[in-house]
């Protein structure tokens, strides 16, 4: 992948004049600080803040008071944004490099943006994933909740109602993974419609048999318990199966 020319882009108190030489595989560049100093700078501490100047500016006072001592929630959860998405080396940074928004390199601006988290159980998501982390894109949410929100969770709609396959599981008293083998050998009409324990026979006439979340033919079951088929069909006929 081609690494981002950063010449010409300013970073706090640096602007990058020019590519020099790498220091082993780490991205280096010759820099200008604002009091007129030049610099070499490795490519992330540009991008993640850790270098904002030669040193000749000090770091303004925090007064937010949320990183001194034990981290807040919200501070934490910044910290968090910022990593993954201004550190090249961060696990993630090829899906989330560049997402955050220049306002929210200041944590303050983060702060006046963000309410407060309603629970220590919610954290922090985008609205529209198509967009990055930026005011007015971002909301505290469950895991249930942010769950619901992944573009992978499967949505099926039935007699006008949609929800997630999980929703349908649990009205039907059933796994996920009992309803999903469901849908991929019976009609999307019995599949959400007969209950945990229902057999149903399919267009190829093999007895599907549900029992406690496990789906199989009469001769899976056969096989599973090591007894005949005939034994099988005793069991069904007198209900002890």
């Not at 009091?35 to 937010?64: D, F, M, N, W, Y």
Request: with cysteine; charged share 20%; net charge positive.
């Amino acid at each position: 992948m081609k690494r981002q020319d950063l010449t010409g882009q300013s970073f706090n108190h640096w602007t990058v004049l020019t590519r020099a030489p790498n220091r082993g595989t780490t991205t280096m560049y010759l820099c200008l600080c604002t009091c007129g100093s030049e610099r070499v700078v490795q490519s992330g501490h540009l991008k993640s803040g850790a270098s904002s100047c030669c040193g000749c500016i000090k770091p303004a006072k925090k007064t937010h008071g949320q990183a001194s001592g034990k981290f807040t929630k919200k501070y934490r959860a910044w910290r968090q944004i910022r990593a993954r998405c201004n550190n090249p080396n961060h696990k993630n940074a090829i899906i989330y490099n560049g997402l955050l928004c220049e306002r929210w390199n200041d944590f303050e601006a983060f702060d006046k943006d963000v309410p407060e988290p309603p629970s220590n159980e919610h954290t922090i998501e985008r609205i529209d994933n198509n967009k990055g982390y930026e005011p007015g894109n971002v909301t505290w949410a469950t895991f249930a909740e942010q769950h619901r929100n992944q573009s992978n969770c499967r949505w099926i709609e039935f007699n006008g109602k949609c929800q997630l396959l999980t929703d349908w599981a649990k009205e039907l008293g059933i796994t996920d993974s009992t309803l999903y083998g469901r849908l991929t050998r019976w009609p999307l009409e019995k599949a959400l419609t007969l209950p945990n324990g229902s057999r149903v026979m399919p267009a190829n006439n093999v007895l599907a048999i549900d029992r406690n979340g496990v789906v199989d033919s009469l001769t899976g079951w056969a096989q599973r318990l090591g007894v005949s088929l005939s034994t099988m069909h005793k069991r069904i006929k007198n209900g002890t199966f």
